[in-house]
């Protein structure tokens, strides 16, 4: 369903496993950056008044998601850590070149977060059939929900907003890249990484 080219290998499951504390706080940042992006495209693109009202909706989903993590981190006697550079965004992002129209920027941007919200639900649907710990898995699983949704709603817009044709090539050229720069990561306690 999600079009990912390569997944996760399986053995990243045992490396979250020994760094539980590290892989709540990326996730914590991840659900931070999330929220961040839907405000952005706000910012960016009010004329788009569908799309800023799903923004609207996505940012509070999003940051009820920071604050889920962030009261498991408690719950677990820890503290936020601080973030970390996310080298997996940082290298997709150099995919599409810099400029372009308005609606060019406003299509590579949705890609973008669509890619990387299919990932993250690939993530959390491995880490909800893999970990031993069952209150964590659970809490994955339904997290996964609603990484699916924002996934399809992006590619959804990046579709109603540009050719359909050519944002479909964009998208498979977009899943090939990432699928290179997936050999080189699942060796961290990241959610991306």
């Not at 997996?88 to 609606?103: A, D, Q």
């Not at 964590?136 to 990046?158: C, D, I």
Request: hydrophobic residues 40%.
């Amino acid at each position: 369903m999600l079009g990912l080219k390569l997944p996760t290998d399986p053995r990243w499951v045992n490396i979250v496993e020994k760094n539980v504390e590290d892989i709540l706080t990326d996730h914590a940042y991840c659900e931070q950056k999330a929220t961040s992006t839907a405000i952005s495209l706000i910012v960016s693109f009010p004329e788009y008044t569908a799309l800023v009202q799903e923004m609207v909706a996505l940012v509070k989903e999003e940051i009820s998601h920071f604050k889920m993590v962030h009261d498991k981190i408690l719950e677990k006697g820890w503290v936020l850590g601080r973030d970390r550079k996310d080298e997996y965004v940082l290298k997709l992002l150099t995919f599409f070149p810099k400029g372009g129209s308005r609606t060019t920027q406003l299509v590579h941007r949705l890609l973008y977060a669509a890619l990387i919200e299919a990932r993250s639900c690939e993530r959390f649907r491995l880490l909800s059939e893999e970990l031993a710990d069952k209150e964590l898995a659970e809490f994955y699983r339904k997290l996964m929900v609603s990484e699916a949704n924002h996934y399809t709603m992006f590619l959804g817009y990046a579709r109603e907003y540009g050719d359909r044709n050519e944002v479909d090539k964009k998208w498979q050229a977009l899943l090939d890249f990432e699928a290179e720069i997936m050999k080189d990561l699942s060796k961290s306690e990241t959610i991306h990484g």
